[in-house]
């Protein structure tokens, strides 16, 4: 099965700003999920959108999905320095029973 | 009170040997992975196991042995480490009756092989 993909592959913004991460895929999903890894640490899931939502919010996260563009997008607004880490889209596609990662984006926010 | 732990931390070995990796989960989960992440970040599933039965076992060399003792334990076993086995191991959870939930990792494994 194919790794999605990921864009950009890094980003690097001020803090206060917003940053965008987009995630396309080529399978039929139950889901699409929203991992953050920091440096030498574990993955950590942050949000899931189901493939009947279009919009879901957590925090300062908000995460959009378009199955017909097969396709999701992360925004995290009014970044902060703390939020410095790789972000990870992960798949839950149809009939299968373990989650397909992105290739991430590498987010730097400037203090 | 960790949920998901690995060990050990970092490993260093040479081509040739043998090394395993050990993983337990306190969360009464029924599903446990492994994931190999390599020098690009990239993740690939390897194995899993629900409830002590192997379900998934993608492309990877027999010299990966998984073992599951009890549904909270999944070790790694590697023989004959190459050097392109140098990459970080994660092991990770899912809840029961969850088979699109979320993933609960631990704090991987680095393995380097020289």
């Known amino acids: 099965s194919q790794q999605g993909e990921e864009d ?17 895929y080529k399978t039929s999903i139950n889901n699409l999920q ?9 993955l950590v899931h942050l949000i899931l959108i189901r493939s009947n939502e279009r919009e879901k919010h957590s925090g300062r996260l908000r995460v959009t ?34 989650l397909t990662f992105g290739s991430g984006t590498r987010l730097q926010v400037q203090p | ?3 998901v732990s690995q060990t050990p931390k970092y490993l260093v070995t040479q081509m040739g040997n043998d090394k395993s990796i050990k993983c337990e989960q306190n969360l009464g989960h029924d599903t446990m992975y492994w994931y190999k992440q390599d020098s690009k970040k990239f993740l ?4 899993s196991y629900n409830n002590k ?42 809840g029961a009756g969850a088979n699109t939930g979320e993933l609960f990792f631990g704090e991987g494994s680095r393995l380097t092989v020289l």
């Open chain 1, 8 to 24: 950009p592959q890094a980003l690097s913004i001020q803090e206060g700003e917003n940053a965008t991460m987009n995630c396309s």
């Open chain 1, 34 to 42: 929203w991992y953050r890894q920091n440096s030498g640490r574990g």
């Open chain 1, 65 to 98: 999905l378009d199955t017909s563009k097969k396709s999701s997008s992360l925004l995290i607004t009014a970044s902060r320095a703390a939020d410095t880490a790789s972000y990870f889209c992960a798949r839950s596609d149809t009939g299968r029973r373990a």
């Open chain 2, 1 to 3: 009170d960790t949920a």
């Open chain 2, 44 to 47: 690939k599933i390897m194995f």
């Open chain 2, 53 to 94: 039965e192997l379900i998934i076992n993608e492309t990877v060399p027999n010299r990966f042995s998984p073992k599951s003792p009890d549904k909270a334990h999944l070790n790694l076993h590697i023989n004959s480490l190459e050097l392109g086995d140098s990459a970080v191991y994660f092991c990770a959870s899912r």
